[in-house]
């Protein structure tokens, strides 16, 4: 004999009685179920406590005059609930309230057989635990090849657990399944981005939530997050086998989402590979290697502007891998289906037009790269992402050209210090200078040199920020104030500082100049590949 | 772990705890105004179990502003010789008939259909009684023991009608003019006990929503509140039966001769094991006979002549045979009771509301059993077992039922074995068990 005895509500949730509603007596169903027998009106009194009676149509109707009789006696007698055919009318309201006051279940079923609920219910009264590995088994069942998506994934554990279920990202977003699920999660005290991410349970009963991470890397975060709505009655031996179940669950959809990560990588190495040639060596491609490019979408004939897309800050919880699919997914959002490709610097992608364009003009193409870039930042707090454009070029090798142009745009974008910064290599703009000027990594270690006094007295950078500020502003103190938010008094005062520190005279045009074209490449990670 | 427990007349309001301490008591106000201020100023934070309600005995006013009743008879062709309200006064007449008839139907005295129910008949009724009957009173001929035909009747004219039906079968009387005429003066007067009972149930309902609220019938016993409003005339006479439950609670005995001295006159009443002895007679109420088997104890007046003799010869008269029953006497009365000792117990012009508080409920069976199939012993537990379920019904715990002999009388002037039984279960009520998961 188990010690924790089963409660007629555990029973209900087992869904062994179909189409049942609970017509009164709802906080009885904590009582422990001790026996479920099938019974008479006059035998209650005989049965022994904890027993839940149950009727036939007819020994008991809950509509007739018998039944405040045998909610009277079965109250006395230490009765657990009784199960009988639903009524025709509505049951009075004197029946519920007496079973409410009595805190004796009133189970209405549409149709019954006594013997049929006994047998169901009997083999649960006597081993709890048996209900538990019920869904364990069947989860063990259902998970033995990894579901094919979150919404597969979502789908069979609703159904094997029998409690609606939501899958989210380590920053609580819901991906598949339940928002009501979801919803519940905002109260719940419990950090997804954790490094070692545990299993938690939260709330009690209905209220409470059952979570368990997935994790491609077992000794890393979570990709994401199984959440379970806490089954009603589940306490003790029936929430344990649920645990363990969703734990099963979580483990087949890690190996779901690390199978993917390997098909994605595969893939984007051959892109990568297959790009490398178009760019080095575009008057020889073989005829296999057209082929694939062409299988991929990619032209080659036509004119040809390239972007490369940069990463310029990366929060802990972003990973850099997942970011390439977002940046696909986006871009074919906004009107662009294209397939970027990863490179050292980020991800690169072009876009080709039959007729000889404009290579100054690159047309929509910077305003829908702005927004794609701006809705991925927005997903990802903290994450910065800049992107450059190329001029328009001819032929295979014009990717290249362009791809090389767009780099140098990217590296003008990176030093632009603002959200979804895009340039574009105009051929007759003064950034293209600049462009070149930067990729030159001896000149920027030069002058470089001349603000390291202000990064010593001043680890933070505010040094730094205002005096490119204050530049760029053309030596206006207020503008520089309005842009920083400070006072124009702390803008003179802090210049006082600068001035006092640097190297430099600022009032010498060749060294502002110097001094100007630092601050700009400052806090710029320069890839000097 | 048990709540408190209240009693409330007309004069006072008193919780009880659960060993029968006196925690609270408010005079002076209307029944709910008394509930009232007893929940939210006196016992604010104590769980309340019950509460006991003593309703005044209706008013021939209130029985003549009360609803015409409509009288369905299911016995045609074998009850037509006395028409239903044919024995009634004028008077009454003219206040409360509604429309009548009666209709095919009932059974014999064995639970042979006499004549199937007509039920086009009774559909045909219901829609003559439409906007003209505020209550139906239905009466079927041994409907007592074969209820089915008023059932039915009754179920099909509530579902047309949305007035009180009651059925001559919930009281529990041999005749069919009885059952007939008391389920008459019950259905007329639904409305005046649903209205005091509606506002001792807002209060409840506002302070103490899981207290059960009972009244008090005319043996000093109790129906739940939502049957008490179908029976009215059972509760006449529950103030006087109350009093005398009380003075025996007071005395902290179960069974004793009971006295109550009042200025004008002195009762005097017996309780027996939490029973009043029955009076053996059904009461005229308004010069009607009904069904109701109140008990009535003995009223000596004061205002007429030889006052102490005839006072001597009621208590002798109550005592013959319990000489071992002690003598309780509420209020002043000390020359006419010299030589017999006597409790004076204190709160004594408590007496009802206590008598209410700590009030048990009973079922009572008393009918003619035939017993063609089965034998007598069949028939006595038959009988027992219905007194027993009604005591269930109307608040007892079937753990604590005890039962009176049952009384056989055999009916010998009819051509079949037949007995007519009379038993009473009574126990105290039934208190919700916690629930421990």
């Not at chain 1, 029998?162 to 005290?189: K, M, W």
Request: proline share 7%.
């Amino acid at each position: 004999m188990n010690s924790v005895p089963i409660t007629l509500g555990q029973l209900l949730e087992l869904g062994l009685l179909p189409e049942h509603e609970v017509l009164g007596g709802a906080s009885g169903l904590h009582r422990p179920v001790r026996v479920v027998v099938g019974s008479d009106v006059h035998e209650i009194p005989e049965l022994a406590p904890g027993s839940v009676a149950v009727f036939g149509r007819e020994q008991l109707v809950l509509d007739d005059l018998a039944v405040d009789l045998a909610v009277r006696l079965a109250g006395s007698a230490g009765l657990s609930g009784i199960i009988a055919a639903h009524p025709h009318r509505r049951i009075p309201f004197v029946t519920t309230r007496l079973a409410d006051r009595l805190a004796l279940p009133l189970i209405g079923v549409p149709d019954i057989a006594p013997a049929a609920v006994v047998t169901a219910f009997d083999p649960y009264v006597r081993a709890p635990e048996i209900a538990g590995l019920k869904v364990l088994g069947e989860v063990a069942r259902r998970f033995q090849r990894p579901p094919a998506d979150a919404q597969a994934l979502v789908s069979s554990l609703t159904a094997a657990v029998g409690e609606p279920v939501a899958l989210v990202d380590a920053e609580s977003r819901l991906l598949a399944g339940d928002p009501a699920v979801h919803a519940l999660l905002d109260g719940a005290a419990v950090r997804l981005g954790e490094r070692h991410p545990v299993a938690a349970t939260t709330g009690t009963d209905d209220e409470g939530l059952l979570l368990h991470p997935v994790q491609a890397d077992p000794s890393g975060p979570a990709v994401c997050w199984i959440v379970v709505r806490r089954p009603r009655f589940g306490t003790g031996v029936l929430l344990e086998p649920v645990r363990n179940a969703i734990a099963i669950a979580a483990l087949s959809f890690a190996l779901h989402v690390a199978g993917e990560a390997v098909r994605t990588e595969r893939e984007h190495r051959r892109r990568s590979l297959l790009l490398n040639e178009i760019l080095e060596q575009p008057e020889e491609l073989g005829s296999r290697s057209v082929e694939r490019a062409t299988a991929l979408g990619w032209r080659l004939a036509g004119w040809h502007t390239a972007v490369q897309v940069q990463v310029s800050a990366l929060p802990a919880a972003v990973r850099v891998s997942a970011l390439g699919s977002e940046l696909e997914e986006r871009l074919t959002e906004h009107g662009m289906p294209v397939t970027p490709v990863e490179r050292a610097e980020g991800w690169m992608f072009w876009t080709t037009s039959e007729a000889a364009a404009d290579p100054a003009d690159p047309g929509p193409l910077i305003g829908w790269i702005v927004r794609t870039l701006a809705a991925i930042e927005a997903e990802h707090p903290g994450l910065r992402l800049c992107a450059g454009i190329g001029g328009a070029h001819p032929g295979a090798a014009g990717i290249g050209r362009s791809a090389e142009q767009a780099r140098q745009a990217a590296l003008l974008a990176r030093t632009a210090h603002r959200p979804a910064a895009v340039e574009h290599i105009d051929a007759a703009s003064t950034r293209r200078l600049l462009a070149g000027w930067y990729g030159t990594a001896a000149l920027r270690g030069a002058t470089a040199e001349l603000l390291a006094p202000l990064d010593a007295a001043d680890p933070s950078g505010a040094l730094v920020r205002t005096l490119r500020c204050y530049l760029d502003c053309q030596s206006s103190a207020k503008a520089a104030g309005e842009v920083l938010g400070i006072h124009r008094n702390t803008v003179m005062q802090r210049m006082d500082r600068i001035a006092e520190l640097l190297p430099a005279d600022l009032g010498d045009p060749d060294d502002r100049l110097a001094v100007h074209l630092a601050t700009r490449a400052v806090g710029v990670e320069w890839d000097e590949s | 772990m048990s709540g408190l427990r209240v009693g409330v007349d007309a004069t006072a309001a008193v919780a009880l705890d659960e060993h029968d301490r006196i925690r609270a008591v408010r005079h002076g106000d209307t029944p709910a105004r008394m509930l009232e201020q007893l929940l939210t100023r006196d016992i604010e934070a104590a769980v309340i179990d019950r509460v006991v309600a003593i309703l005044p005995d209706p008013e021939p006013a209130e029985l003549k502003a009360g609803a015409r009743v409509a009288v369905l008879r299911i016995g045609a062709p074998a009850t037509t010789a006395i028409p239903p309200l044919a024995a009634w006064p004028a008077r009454e007449l003219a206040m409360l008939a509604g429309p009548v008839t009666v209709v095919r139907g009932g059974h014999e005295y064995d639970g042979r259909v006499s004549a199937p129910l007509d039920l086009a008949a009774v559909t045909e009724f219901a829609h003559g009684c439409a906007g003209i009957a505020g209550a139906v009173a239905v009466a079927g001929v041994h409907g007592l023991e074969y209820p089915e035909h008023e059932r039915l009747a009754a179920a099909l004219l509530a579902e047309q009608l949305s007035v009180p039906v009651i059925r001559g079968g919930e009281t529990e009387a041999l005749g069919l003019l009885e059952r007939e005429n008391t389920a008459v003066l019950d259905a007329a007067m639904t409305a005046a006990v649903d209205a005091r009972i509606g506002e001792l149930t807002a209060v409840l309902s506002a302070r103490q929503p899981n207290a059960e609220l009972f009244v008090l019938r005319g043996d000093g016993t109790v129906l739940p509140a939502h049957r008490a409003r179908r029976h009215a005339t059972a509760l006449i006479g529950a103030a006087r039966a109350a009093a005398l439950h009380g003075a025996v609670r007071l005395a902290g005995t179960a069974s004793a001769v009971v006295v109550e001295a009042r200025s004008d006159a002195a009762v005097v009443g017996r309780v027996r094991g939490g029973l009043l002895p029955g009076a053996g007679r059904l009461r005229e109420i308004a010069g009607i006979r009904t069904g109701v088997r109140t008990p009535r104890p003995v009223v000596v007046s004061r205002r007429q002549a030889g006052f102490p003799d005839r006072f001597g010869a009621a208590l002798a008269r109550m005592r013959a045979g319990h000489d071992e029953l002690p003598v309780v006497v509420l209020g002043d009365l000390a020359d006419e009771i010299a030589g017999v000792p006597v409790i004076r117990p204190p709160d004594g012009e408590l007496a009802a509301v206590l008598g209410a508080a700590t009030a048990e409920a009973a079922g009572s069976v008393d009918r003619i059993f035939w017993q063609g199939a089965g034998d007598r012993q069949e028939s006595a537990n038959r009988a027992r077992r219905l007194a027993r379920d009604a005591a269930v019904r109307a608040g007892a715990d079937p753990r604590t039922l005890r039962e009176t002999p049952v009384r056989a009388a055999l009916t010998t002037y009819v051509p079949v074995p037949a007995a007519r039984l009379q038993v009473t279960a009574i126990g105290a009520l039934l208190q919700p068990a916690p629930v421990t998961p």
